[in-house]
């Protein structure tokens, strides 16, 4: 079956500036997770979504946010870039508390 | 809160050489526990899994045993190849919580011919 696909896989944007990143999860998954992963504060959970409603949420400012529709894609999106929300932003889709499935990321770059 | 800490890297071995990656963790809770792989440009990939005490998880010639005496999960391959070049991350979630992966920092290993 599909794995999760995450796209754009690389973006650069200017500081400033908003993007939206989108995750499929596998075809059944309905939770979604996002992570923010960086060399100096590793991997960093960002928040996540169980059907359509964010359950839970990690510590970043409000500029970071995200949704879920009703077939379980979400979108994340940061607000006013900044040079630190370079990144490699990492989705994980989940039937369960048995395994987490990733994406291949987007890494994004903030000049 | 929950932790996990993994030893510091880079781990160098020659190939076939025996393999141990150390990972303590600190959980409220009962966690299950994984071991996550990325090789360079990708995402993770999971590596193997342990859910309750005394499991132990294993795939592709990896182990770890969860061990609730000593809070740990310690990563062994008896004979590493150079394809297994790549960052290790410990993990862990813990049931009755959301959907959420606290992880260690990595250990980056590289494996010489």
């Known amino acids: 079956k599909a794995g999760v696909t995450q796209t754009p896989r690389y973006l650069i944007k200017t500081r400033g500036q908003q993007v939206t990143l989108s995750c499929s999860p596998i075809?059944?998954?309905?939770?979604v997770s996002w992570y923010q992963q960086t060399p100096g504060q590793g991997l960093q959970f960002l928040f996540e979504?169980?059907?359509?409603?964010?359950?839970n949420k990690g510590n970043f400012p409000g500029r970071f946010s995200g949704r879920q529709f009703s077939n379980s894609r979400s979108e994340m999106n940061v607000s006013t870039l900044e040079l630190g929300d370079s990144a490699l932003y990492l989705c994980?889709?989940?039937?369960?508390?048995?395994?987490?499935?990733f994406g291949s990321g987007t890494r994004l770059t903030v000049v | 809160g929950n932790s996990v800490t993994q030893m510091e890297g880079p781990v160098t071995l020659s190939e076939e050489a025996f393999l141990t990656i150390n990972c303590t963790y600190t959980?409220?809770?009962?966690?299950?526990l994984f071991w996550y792989v990325q090789y360079p440009g990708e995402g993770l990939q999971l590596l193997l899994k342990?859910?309750?005490?005394?499991d132990k998880g294993s795939n592709k010639g990896f182990e770890a045993t969860y061990r609730k005496e000593t809070t740990s999960f310690h990563l062994e391959k008896g004979s590493v190849q150079v394809s297994d070049s790549a960052v290790y991350f410990c993990?862990?979630?813990?049931?009755?919580?959301?959907?959420?992966?606290?992880f260690g920092t990595g250990t980056r290993l590289q494996v010489t011919l």
């Open positions: 979504y169980f059907s359509e409603t964010q359950r």
């Open positions: 994980a889709s989940s039937a369960g508390h048995d395994g987490y499935t």
């Open positions: 075809s059944g998954h309905r939770s």
């Open positions: 993990a862990l979630s813990v049931t009755g919580t959301a959907s959420k992966l606290t």
């Open positions: 959980a409220t809770g009962y966690p299950s």
């Open positions: 342990a859910t309750k005490a005394d």
